[in-house]
């Protein structure tokens, strides 16, 4: 039963590549959590070349109750974070970072520390691309 199991594989790999999916994550990670801490920022850059707009519209991962999308805006000289209503917008064949002090996804009630150096996946949810799994690296918090 060897070869064709080798010989589906080689197929799934190869359907793969024909049918490439017109959105790719660059650099997902996550920062380590302080103790205590209850919620973690997951940052991104989703790029898209496909020719349709699409929409991040959820994410789940094992390692959190719930996974936000969230926005960060000054509002009466004080940052604030919202909720993305609707889902996240990615216009077709371009780019959208999520990153530190700006768009983020929200880890919400942690089941375990983030620790520096490890890494957990996330399933993110698009309207047209469907689910893309990735995998979230944990860097340590930047020291001011
Ligand atoms: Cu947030």
Same mark, same amino acid.
């Given at each position: 039963? %060897? ?124 309207? %047209?691309?469907?689910?893309? %799994? ?9 020291? %001011?």
């Amino acid at each position: 039963m %060897k070869t064709p199991l080798a010989l589906l594989l080689l197929l799934a790999s190869i359907s793969q590549v024909i049918a490439a999916d017109p959105i790719t994550i660059e650099r997902p990670f996550a920062r380590a959590s302080a103790p205590g801490q209850m919620v973690g920022g997951g940052f991104m850059t989703i790029v898209h070349q496909g020719g349709a707009e699409d929409r991040l519209v959820s994410a789940t991962t094992p390692i959190a109750r719930e996974v936000q999308i969230h926005s960060m805006n000054m509002d009466g000289g004080v940052m604030r974070m919202r909720q993305v209503e609707g889902g996240l917008a990615i216009p077709a064949g371009g780019r959208v970072a999520l990153q530190p002090g700006g768009l983020h996804l929200m880890f919400v009630d942690l089941n375990a520390p983030l620790v520096a150096g490890a890494s957990f996946p996330v399933t993110l949810r698009f309207a %047209k691309a469907g689910e893309i %799994k990735v995998e979230f690296s944990v860097e340590a918090r930047p020291t %001011k």
